[in-house]
């Protein structure tokens, strides 16, 4: 499940791979073209992009609508590209996908195969298959205040991932991401950095009591973001960054499977989205509030 959690957590909110295993999360090898997998989250009400509103190849930030994706109008395809922090690691991060509309990526899905087992309170609880067919879009590059920080080229089935020590943004600077094109436009899209802070995840979680999880931010970000990993499959919840704390219920929980160790991430992240061409994308910049191993009971 480890790759599950690396793919969700990468892909939308830039987790540091490595944080992954520092989890504890359990091991189903590295990340190959055979084995990707991904696990899924609910959006307790993440801004959209109106396919009809962005440019071919940047966002208006006052055309964003801050409500929700409009399903009707929605482009078939979708991807996202992130830049994220964990500690004192960075990760650019991206994937493109022409069988998955944008409202089921924000949702967590990041295989048109993964099975939602259970949604309740906010979260999801996924299964899902290998995951193939990511498309590329050229060469991405991530910049911070108009300095490249970080370059990354498709890799293993199209997904992007490049990693580098030290910290390379701090709150309220803007990151830019770009790509060269390919199958994907070329795309220019920015994004403001959020700021650092701390969760506080318990060490022991029941599967038959309600788990509650909190964090603190110096800046509210747009959203957070909570993984929690156990063999084959994966729990996670994105929820407004203002609220300071979530309660997962047991019907989630009770649909994980107990295990000795688990793993849990949690990040802080803004994003912005962008429709360009046929393709909407979601650009995301994220600070890591915490990772590591848990016992699920």
Do not use: K
Not at 4 to 16: A, E, F, K, R, Y
Not at 36 to 52: I, L, Y
Not at 149 to 167: D, I, Q
Not at 249 to 258: F, K, N, Q, V, W
Request: net charge negative.
């Amino acid at each position: 499940m480890r790759v599950s959690v690396l793919l969700l957590c990468v892909s939308l909110c830039g987790c540091d791979p490595a944080s992954v295993d520092d989890a504890g999360a359990p091991l189903d090898g590295g990340l190959d073209a055979s084995s990707v997998t991904d696990g899924g989250s609910t959006d307790a009400g993440p801004p959209g992009a109106d396919a009809g509103s962005g440019d071919a190849g940047s966002v208006d930030a006052g055309s964003v609508d801050a409500g929700s994706v409009d399903a009707g109008s929605a482009p078939r395809y979708s991807g996202t590209v992130s830049l994220g922090h964990n500690v004192d690691t960075h990760s650019l991060s991206g994937l493109f996908t022409e069988s998955i509309p944008v409202e089921r990526l924000l949702e967590g899905a990041l295989s048109p195969l993964c099975t939602t087992i259970v949604e309740s309170g906010g979260c999801r609880v996924f299964e899902c298959p290998s995951a193939s067919g990511f498309e590329p879009a050229g060469t991405l590059t991530a910049s911070v205040n108009g300095t490249d920080v970080e370059t990354a080229t498709p890799g293993t089935e199209n997904l992007y991932l490049a990693t580098g020590s030290g910290r390379v943004f701090v709150a309220g600077d803007t990151v830019r991401f770009t790509s060269t094109g390919d199958v994907v436009p070329a795309f220019d899209v920015t994004v403001t950095a959020p700021a650092t802070g701390t969760a506080s995840v318990p060490s022991t979680i029941s599967r038959t009591a309600p788990l509650t999880v909190t964090w603190s931010t110096a800046t509210a970000p747009d959203r957070i973001q909570f993984v929690l990993s156990s063999p084959a499959r994966v729990l996670a919840c994105i929820v407004d960054g203002a609220g300071g704390s979530l309660t997962v219920d047991t019907t989630a929980l009770g649909a994980l499977a107990p295990t000795a160790t688990g793993g849990f991430a949690m990040s802080a992240f803004n994003l912005t989205p962008v429709t360009v061409g046929d393709w909407d994308l979601l650009a995301t910049a994220s600070e890591a509030l915490g990772t590591g191993a848990v016992t699920i009971e």
